[in-house]
């Protein structure tokens, strides 16, 4: 059996302080150079360990419909097993062993109590910490240690788990001012349910200063009439209705007062308060949903502003903070949105309908074909480009990039030579600049030379000239519909076709722009045309093994 490599527990150990998150810890790890391919090989193990999300205890998996995660290599588990005792850092040390009970490897128990005080160990770590943003980790550490404590029967980390999540709630509520985040609040009340623990006087206090997150709100609520007495569930039945009914009165868009409606119906019919089921209906027959007129604008909330902006802090050097902006599919595009996603709801919006039973769901089609699919893919996008703009004016806050840094980030041999790097370069600094238009002039024209120069070994770009026709090289609309065919995702090509190109849905940014048909463009629009140059790019610098996989 292989020993720990001194360098690699080193640079783990490194990686780790001040992290906010495991992804984080490994993209430091990743870029370091750690010696022996011996070393490299465990570095490489525990950056997948990084990477890798627990399974989530059996009764939580199977009421979320999800499935365990597939099994992980022997090689790979065995390293982490040589680690998992030596981090300094609590919250990894719980990490690695929550992987090795899931991995069914060595003594069971020992893994339990070692993940489940990892977890615990972190909680109390974070908690020393002044600012807020520590709090939410906190709360998720808390909620696992909680979950395999009862599960594995594990009493004394059970009750020092109660313990501090109720310190935790306690010092939330404490702390809890008319901006304040609930979800971590929330989390912790969850937890403490789980363990058999009443939180009615904590979720009391909580239901009265936290209203301004509709979902939270009515998490709380929920918590509350858990552990209420039956003589106060229908105040608190009532008071789950009026809060979907105020949401829909306060909804920015006709699409968005028609979901809070209808879902102000259900819980009315499922609670039994046929007067606020009858008011919910009788709004809804008088809504129309504005399909065709979707606003762009969309409220970004302030923890996943910050976790793009940590994403940023995390990297090594400025190219690896280019190729964080574009470092997944684009989710606008995916058929189905992941669980607890920051646009999920906005891409499976329900049409409703109503009949004597009551509000009855009907999914639109996510075909392109289907107006509202699409129309949700344009929203989504626009919020992208909003998280996209976060993200580079956090490079340009951290990193301060000259024409010259900036070119030699981008310059790849064959796709982006030196030249056309620059100018690309310029468009970013524009950017910062605030001069948008110049920014998105000069980049336009260089996304579609990189994606000609990146197609090109897969696929013709270039006709000959046959008979009467003169032949030609294929244009941007073209070279998107061709991606595919030449392995490329299809979300992505979906997502640049309407973002640049279409026409008639989409936000056809390339055309308007270039041709004169439109004033100056958004920020958020021209963070996403850089986006597009930076996606593009990163498959010809390796970010991606090979078309359609990231990293």
Same mark, same amino acid.
């Given at each position: ?13 490194? @990686? ?60 790979q588990v065995e390293i982490w097993s040589l680690y998992a005792d030596h981090v300094d850092d609590p919250f990894l040390r719980g990490h690695l062993h929550h992987l090795l009970l899931d991995a ?40 696992? @240690? ?35 985040? $609930? ?15 009443? =939180?009615? !006087? ?10 301004? !997150? ?44 028609? /979901? ?14 046929? !007067? ?7 709004? #809804? ?74 509000? &009855?769901?009907?999914?639109?089609? =996510? *075909?392109?074909?289907? +107006?509202?699919? &699409? ?8 919020? #992208? $480009? ?43 600094? /524009?950017?910062?600049? *605030? ?6 002039? =000069? %980049? ?16 013709? =770009? ?10 030609? &090289? ?13 392995? /490329?995702? %299809? ?12 026409? +008639? ?29 930076? /996606? ?16």
């Amino acid at each position: 059996m292989s020993q720990i490599e001194p360098s690699v527990l080193t640079a783990l150990t490194a @990686a780790a302080k001040d992290a906010v998150s495991n992804p984080a810890t490994a993209l430091t790890l990743a870029a370091t150079d750690v010696g022996s391919d011996t070393a490299t090989a465990h570095r490489d193990a525990l950056v997948a360990a990084l990477y890798r999300r627990p399974a989530p205890v059996a009764k939580a998996r199977k009421e979320a419909g999800e499935t365990s995660p597939a099994p992980s290599a022997p090689a790979q588990v065995e390293i982490w097993s040589l680690y998992a005792d030596h981090v300094d850092d609590p919250f990894l040390r719980g990490h690695l062993h929550h992987l090795l009970l899931d991995a069914g490897h060595g003594r069971r128990p020992d893994h339990v109590r070692g993940a489940a005080a990892g977890y615990l160990d972190a909680a109390q770590l974070l908690l020393t910490a002044e600012d807020g943003h520590s709090w939410p980790r906190a709360a998720q550490s808390l909620k696992r @240690a909680g979950e395999l404590s009862l599960k594995f029967k594990q009493t004394d980390l059970r009750e020092r788990a109660a313990k501090d999540a109720r310190a935790l709630a306690e010092r939330l509520l404490a702390d809890a001012d008319a901006d304040a985040e $609930g979800r971590p609040l929330l989390v912790v009340l969850e937890t403490l349910q789980t363990l058999k623990r009443d =939180v009615a !006087d904590l979720a009391e206090q909580a239901v009265s200063l936290f209203t301004h !997150d509709m979902d939270v709100r009515l998490g709380l609520l929920d918590a509350l009439r858990k552990d209420a007495s039956p003589s106060r569930h229908a105040d608190l039945d009532t008071a789950v209705v009026r809060t979907l009914l105020d949401a829909a009165d306060t909804a920015d868009a006709g699409h968005r007062r028609l /979901y809070f409606l209808t879902q102000a119906a259900t819980e009315a019919h499922k609670r039994g308060l046929p !007067d606020l089921r009858a008011r919910a209906e009788m709004a #809804l027959q008088q809504t129309t949903p504005e399909w065709t007129s979707i606003r762009t604008e969309g409220t970004i909330p302030p923890a996943v502003v910050v976790w793009h902006q940590t994403q940023v802090d995390a990297a090594p050097d400025l190219r690896t903070a280019l190729w964080i902006t574009v470092q997944d599919i684009h989710p606008a595009m995916r058929a189905q949105a992941e669980a607890g996603g920051a646009l999920e709801g906005l891409l499976r919006i329900p049409r409703s309908r109503i009949n004597a039973a009551g509000p &009855v769901f009907v999914r639109p089609p =996510v *075909e392109a074909d289907d +107006d509202l699919a &699409v129309a949700m893919q344009v929203r989504g996008l626009g919020l #992208l $480009g909003r998280l996209t703009a976060v993200q580079l004016d956090r490079i340009h806050e951290r990193f301060r990039p000259d024409e010259f840094e900036m070119t030699a980030a981008l310059a790849h041999e064959t796709v982006l030579p030196e030249p056309r790097a620059r100018t690309l370069a310029r468009a970013f600094c /524009y950017y910062w600049l *605030e001069e948008f238009d110049a920014a998105a002039c =000069v %980049a336009l024209p260089q996304v579609e030379q990189i994606l000609r120069q990146l197609l090109r070994p897969r696929i013709p =770009v270039i006709s000959v000239a046959r008979g009467q026709s003169p032949g030609g &090289v294929d244009l941007m609309g073209t070279l998107l519909q061709s991606m595919p065919k030449a392995g /490329y995702p %299809a979300d992505w090509s979906k997502a640049l076709e309407l973002l640049l190109v279409d026409p +008639d849905r989409g936000m056809n940014l390339r055309n308007d722009i270039l041709h004169g048909l439109t004033g100056t463009p958004p920020r958020h629009h021209v963070a996403l045309i850089l986006q597009a140059a930076l /996606y593009l790019l990163s498959h010809a610098h390796g970010q991606r093994t090979r078309p359609g996989t990231t990293t």
